[in-house]
């Protein structure tokens, strides 16, 4: 498969979402004073499904993987989104009680077998501590730069799972970006004056990513460290832009790139094989995400 062949596939997620978002958000009118907020869940809950049937196929139920599992949170994601802009559109006490549940769940469901308690119960922590703080750094006015930059961070898993031997999760990732950058596209001519809040998004988005590099790290060979890069691309450049996007995107791109560069030393630099790393190898022969 070409670099070309992946453009396409890729576009069809890319495609889907764009279309969506333009139906609903209807930007090229003038009278309307915010961009509707469970647009972005309904996109993502429709193009992510198709971008993982174009890789592999919609998957039965209950799913094998815990990749087939994302397919079917961002579905309940999405109907979530859409409920929490009507009846939780601040954070609220139900509203964490809730996202922590639904974390949770999809944890366990996904990869609790394959986890210790204690592993599981950082993950859940860490992940849901993440996801409250980017909701509060969130604002209307700097969606575009939040989109871009999220944007960003799905395109730099891609190399990350990539070289991790998963070709299968590095084009999820790809059909991640490719779906906040066509939100990204419509926002950034079409955002003057025009509020849009990112909160009821932002679950699906730490659900997907969260669960690709939970996937990475426990099925193929994605560096542990590598995820925490990614992790820090998500939270730190809005801890230090202050409004400034300029600085945001920039300091996206420096961590995230960073990530990419300590996955291609720690994966690609040529060092000794042990006899121990060529059994494992033929061990992850049949694993459904090294392929």
């Known amino acids: 498969m070409t670099p070309a062949d992946v453009a396409w596939m890729a576009l069809r997620p890319f495609g889907l979402s764009f279309v969506i978002l333009l139906v609903i958000w209807r930007p090229w009118r003038d009278d309307l004073k915010g961009l509707a907020p469970w647009a972005l869940p309904v996109s993502l809950a429709a193009a992510y499904p198709l971008g993982h049937a174009t890789i592999s196929s919609f998957p039965g139920f209950p799913p094998v993987t815990a990749d087939e599992w994302l397919v079917y949170a961002a579905i309940v994601g999405g109907g979530w989104g859409v409920l929490e802009t009507r009846y939780f559109p601040r954070p609220t006490n139900p509203r964490r009680f809730i996202r922590v549940g639904a974390l949770a769940l999809l944890f366990w469901l996904a990869a609790g077998s394959h986890l210790h308690p204690a592993n599981l119960g950082f993950l859940i922590v860490a992940t849901a501590s993440a996801l409250f703080f980017l909701d509060r750094k969130t604002t209307g006015d700097s969606a575009p730069t939040i989109l871009w ?15 991790g031997t998963s070709f299968k999760l590095a084009f999820l990732a790809c059909s991640l970006a490719a779906i906040t950058a066509s939100a990204a596209l419509l926002t950034t001519p079409f955002s003057a004056g025009r509020r849009l809040s990112l909160s009821p998004v932002l679950l699906i988005y730490i659900f997907i990513l969260a669960g690709l590099f939970t996937s990475g790290v426990l099925f193929a060979t994605t560096p542990f460290l590598a995820a925490i890069g990614i992790a820090a691309a998500c939270l730190i450049p809005p801890a230090i832009a202050r409004s400034k996007p300029g600085v945001y995107l920039v300091a996206t791109v420096v961590i995230a790139g960073s990530a990419v560069g300590y996955t291609y030393y720690e994966t690609q630099l040529e060092r000794p094989v042990t006899e121990d790393e060529t059994e494992e190898e033929e061990e992850v022969e049949d694993d459904p995400y090294t392929w």
């Open 149 to 163: 930059a999220l944007t960003i961070i799905a395109a730099a898993s891609v190399p990350i799972l990539l070289m």
